[in-house]
């Protein structure tokens, strides 16, 4: 079914935006010595969440959770990304600011239902209340701790060394293999700080 000239443009206003993610760097860096980017990381995420699916206990949308976190990140096109650990309270509240204002811009510009739902996609991913969203939330931090792994230890900062650093059950434990999954990223990473000494 074709679309009017504008609906097209705005889509193409979009893919743009998130052109910019290919090159937005995160603190993470690969195996291969380089820092990863937004898009590279929303990219495995999503396919973190194709293979742990059909071992999950809850059944889910697996059509709502995969936009979830395809799109989780689309705001960072706009406002950049900043490491959990640089962030204090000051921080947090005026990255929360722009993002939302970030996320408004896009619905905004697409002007439809595609927009309106990626809109209210990206603030159930932010208040965390629903499964596909816990579940997407929890993969987002366990991406970034497998990503650490795979990276070499010199790229590590302090915080990162320590290993009870951001490790919280309540992030992981509503799923049986979720917490299963955090518990042997957990272990390689005591094993290759240890291995380090």
């Known amino acids: 079914m074709a679309i009017k000239t504008s609906s097209l443009n705005n889509i193409v206003k979009i893919l743009n935006l998130a052109e910019r993610l290919k090159s937005e760097l995160r603190h993470s860096w690969m195996s291969c010595s380089r820092q990863e980017s937004v898009a590279e ?49 000051e921080k947090m509240k005026s990255k929360a600011i722009l993002e939302r204002r970030a996320i408004g811009n896009i619905r905004d510009t697409l002007g439809n239902e595609v927009g309106e739902d990626i809109y209210i996609l ?10 596909e969203a816990k ?3 929890a993969l987002d931090k366990l991406e970034c701790k497998l990503q650490h792994v795979e990276a070499d230890l010199s790229t590590w900062n302090e915080k990162e060394r ?15 293999i979720i917490l299963q999954l955090r518990d042997y990223l957990k272990q390689r990473s005591v094993e290759k700080v240890n291995a380090e000494v």
Do not use: C
């Not at 990206?122 to 499964?131: G, K």
């Open 162 to 176: 320590n290993i009870s650093f951001d490790w919280q059950d309540e992030l992981y434990d509503f799923e049986p």
């Open 41 to 89: 990381h929303s990219w495995r995420l999503s396919l973190m969440l194709v293979l742990l699916e059909p071992h999950l206990e809850q059944p889910i949308d697996m059509l709502k959770a995969l936009k979830m976190a395809i799109i989780h990140d689309l705001v960072e096109a706009e406002v950049g990304d900043t490491p959990v650990f640089d962030i204090d309270e």
């Open 122 to 131: 990206w603030h159930e991913f932010e208040n965390r209340q629903t499964d």
């Open 135 to 137: 579940l997407v939330y």
